[in-house]
């Protein structure tokens, strides 16, 4: 079976750039970030596929933005007895590649990792440099200071924390962080 594996960083971004040309019987699409291999659809495609199968990419920084990442899951795969292609970097791998395929999966894969340490560099460039200039406040908060406060009160006299989120309409963990961020912290005696 021919089957693809899709990524995209957000749910907005289009897919179709990725299945141009690719013919396949069956394509896992994740929506995530590729910065780690806990994305589901990637774990039902490795769990899918079988010895034969043959898995085709756009490219590397699809299935990876980490060479150990890439590296593992090429191996896991090939392992399996199933074939991987990359489309864009025109590669194949089967487990019985030779030592010129092993070197290009791995300066690609670095070349990809070294893509997103860019991105993340830049990012940070950026979002400091806004804060110098005073247009970038971060995030706005979830709730009022009025808000907060009542939050904290219902939480101290012992309300469930999961009701009071469902209340105000935000996460467990934000009414955690809204919690511990009023908490005083250690005194230190001489």
Do not use: C, W
């Not at 971004?13 to 780690?36: I, M, P, W, Y």
């Not at 009701?163 to 309409?169: M, P, Q, V, W, Y």
């Amino acid at each position: 079976m021919i089957v693809s594996y899709v990524r995209v960083s957000s749910a907005d971004q289009n897919t179709v750039r990725q299945l141009d040309a690719l013919q396949v019987e069956r394509t896992f699409t994740d929506h995530a970030s590729g910065k780690n291999t806990a994305r589901p659809r990637l774990e039902e495609m490795l769990a899918f596929v079988r010895e034969g199968d043959t898995l085709r990419v756009h490219s590397m920084d699809r299935l990876a933005r980490n060479l150990d990442d890439l590296r593992r899951i090429v191996r896991t795969l090939t392992d399996k007895g199933v074939r991987v292609e990359f489309a864009k970097e025109n590669l194949a791998f089967t487990g019985e590649d030779n030592p010129m395929a092993t070197l290009l999966l791995s300066v690609m894969g670095a070349f990809a990792e070294f893509e997103r340490a860019l991105i993340l560099e830049r990012q940070r460039e950026g979002i400091a440099a806004a804060k110098a200039r005073g247009a970038y406040t971060g995030r706005k908060p979830a709730l009022t200071p009025e808000q907060a406060h009542t939050l904290r009160e219902r939480a101290a006299a012992g309300e469930p924390k999961s009701a009071l989120a469902k209340e105000f309409g935000i996460s467990r963990e934000t009414v955690y962080s809204y919690l511990r961020a009023v908490r005083p912290g250690p005194t230190m005696t001489p």
